[in-house]
């Protein structure tokens, strides 16, 4: 499943901190881009210290604790910054993305809901789409997993895994012709979707289009997806270069 990172460079400036807590947000920042989880959570920790009713503070410290594997930790600061600007779609993405790694999938859903009311489109009503659709996927319930994606096509018409997720509820569906065109854009808008090659030639097979079917395996294969091999085996007449 595709996850949508939130660039760090892009959603903050820092222009109204103090002096010093500023120094310890950029410190911060800077540990985090590096992966310095230790350092970034000294450098955050200082700064919601120093400035605890500024949000950026706890959702920064949020991050650096999600990336380092400590989801209760950015549950707990994505409260307190929640607290103080609810409004705010990045730490609702955030705050859902804890709790559906805690498998805490039910907590999720009101932030994503809140989501698309607060933003209807755009990339975080997008992330937040990507992360219902799975959910439903899980779930197996194909019809909401179809609407969501079928909202999802139409805010991001250019998200070749979008028409690559569809195409795949379709297929689940036996919607084998609408499935096969969602598939096909999904390979046209990014002809390095190895998973898009891979669920098109399962279509095809069904539609005992053998020849572009095996065409399909292959390409995947050539995009390094060693899973199609099998497939290729049983189904195909030639074996991939390099076997």
Not at 48 to 58: F, G, I, K, L, V
Not at 90 to 101: G, N, P, T, V
Not at 211 to 227: K, N, P, T, W
């Amino acid at each position: 499943m595709r996850t949508y990172a939130l660039l760090l460079s892009a959603a903050l400036v820092l222009p109204t901190l103090a002096q010093d807590d500023n120094a310890d947000m950029l410190a911060g920042l800077s540990a985090l881009r590096k992966a310095d989880h230790a350092t970034a959570e000294r450098a955050f920790t200082a700064a919601t210290a120093a400035s605890p009713d500024d949000p950026r503070t706890w959702y920064y410290r949020a991050v650096n604790r999600q990336q380092s594997g400590d989801h209760s930790g950015a549950l707990a600061d994505l409260e307190r910054s929640l607290t103080l600007d609810a409004t705010d779609v990045h730490a609702l993405l955030r705050r859902a993305e804890s709790h559906i790694a805690l498998g805490q999938h039910t907590q999720a859903l009101p932030d994503l809901e809140r989501i698309l009311a607060i933003r209807p489109t755009g990339p975080a009503a997008e992330h937040a789409l990507f992360l219902i659709g799975a959910q439903q996927v899980a779930r197996e319930d194909r019809v909401s997993a179809k609407q969501t994606y079928d909202r999802l096509v139409s805010i991001a018409p250019l998200d070749a895994q979008a028409w690559c997720n569809r195409g795949i509820v379709l297929a689940s569906m036996h919607m084998d012709a609408p499935a096969l065109a969602d598939l096909e854009k999904a390979v046209t808008l990014d002809p390095m979707l190895s998973e898009a090659y891979v669920q098109l030639a399962l279509v095809l097979f069904r539609m005992d289009r053998v020849q572009e079917a095996c065409h399909a395996l292959h390409s995947a294969h050539d995009l390094g997806d060693q899973s199609t091999e099998e497939l290729i085996l049983i189904h195909c007449d030639q074996a991939p270069q390099g076997w």
